[in-house]
Each structure stands twice: as C-alpha cells, then as structure tokens.
C-alpha cells in the first residue's frame, strides 16, 4: 500500500497521483484491480448512490457503513474517507472523536475536510493526533448553500490569492494533500507550485499533480447530473438499461428460464410423484 510519503515523492517524480471514489465493495475491487492510487469513499454518496440532492444529508453512519465496504474489497488502496457535513465544526476534541472513529471503524488512511479558516486548526488537531488529513479547496460542495450554489471558485485575482494563502496554510496545518476542486487550470498550476504535497485536482485541469473522479460519472452510472468537467470514460448505464429491460421482456414472454437455468428432476423419481 502506498503512503502519504509516496504521494509527496509522485509529485516530486511528476508522476501524477490517480484518485476516484468508491463507496462499496464491487466498485473497490475494481479499482484496486485497475491499479488507482488513492480511493475516496466521498460523500458525493449523498446524490449518487443514496438519491440525495446535496452532500448534507449524508451521516457519520453512512460513511462508516460504505468506507468499511469498500476497505473489504480494495484493501490494498491507500482509503481517504470523508468527513460529513457538521461533523468537524464543533469543538476540536469532537471533530477529533469522529475522525478516529471513521478512521478505526473503517481501516482508512486518511480523512478528508472541506475548507480552510477554522478548519485550519482541525487539521492540525487530527495530524498531531497521527490521522493523516486531505484537505479540499476551491468548490466545496458542504459549503454550496454558502457559496449560492456549484459554481467555479477562484476566477477573480483576489478570490486566487486567498486560495493560494489557504492551500499553503494547509499543507503548514499539516495536510499530506489537497483537493482542488472548480477551479482555474491556471491557479492549479499556481497552487500546485507552491506546495509540497500533491495538489489532486477535479475541474481543475491538468496542472493539478493528480486527478479525482466520482465513480458514477466516470463510467455514466446513474441518472444524476453530470458535471462538465467529467470525460465519460464509460457508458455502462446504456447495456445495464438494455440488460434490464431485456430481462423484463423475456419474463414476460416465457423465453427466460430456459431449461438451461432450471433444475431437472430424473424421470423415474418423477413418475412415483402422486397427482
Ligand atoms: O465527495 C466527493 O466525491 C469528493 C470529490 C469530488 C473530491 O469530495
Ligand atoms: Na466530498
């Protein structure tokens, strides 16, 4: 398994850091197989496996159900598990409480927060505590109600400035990488510059030191919005529609089971049945 100095010397070789969610345990396997680098249980599980329409609603419990699932089947892949909505704002020694908790229930690597500001202090607070943490920037989805919605962060010199002041504040907080999420390629590379740890960019362009991608976008799994940033990969949405309603026809049609998928009984057993 890899480890947080790994990813520093990626980034030192230029080797980019590949990263993608997974929230169970077909999905991990897949990726391990794949060879990712880094699995994020994310919870973007709110919309695209729990039908939520915001990242909000997710609990310490979900992430603790689908981060354990997903170490089952990739437990080879350095894990990052983030930290829900409302559960790191409180008093550090909670935010504290729940890391570990996600941390020991779950095997992962590392947790992940949104933000700078007061989060500063909880990444120091969870990196002395030895929990390694990612830090994430830019868009970030716990904080769309703030932000008026997704929209792409950084567009302005000012609004730049302050995230690159924020990005250096958490790699000093202690934060082993960064997510950077919508925003310029051109800030990206800025901000990728100036730090150590590899910054793991989405809608950030290729100046990022790695990429990440929700599962469900990259190969078009679901019928949730996607956003314009995502290359589909795949379109497995398209035979699993097909497969189902070819399922569906053959039910009703008497074609499916066929005699292949049924059990026989032999004939002399048969002919001692009554009735
Ligand atoms: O929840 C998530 O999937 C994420 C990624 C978009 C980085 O936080
Ligand atoms: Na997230």
Redesign the pocket.
Known sequence: MKTTSNFVEMKKKEEKVT?M?AYDYPTAKFAEDAGIDML???????M?VLGYDS?VLVTMDDMIHHGKATRRGAPNTFLVV?MPFGTYHGSLDQSLANAVKIMQQTGAQAV?V?GADDVLLVIEKLTSAGIPVVA?LGLT?QSAGVLGGYKVQGKTAEAAEKLIEDAKKCEQAGACAI?L?CIPHQLTAKISEALIIPT?G?GAGVTADGQ???FHDLVKYGKHHIPKFVKEFANVGEPITAGIQQYVEEVKSGVFPALEHSFTMKEEQLNQLYG
């Open positions: 990263m969610t994020l249980v994310g919870d973007s599980l709110g695209v990242t983030d992940k949104e994430h989805p997510v999420e793991i989405i990440v991608l929700v």
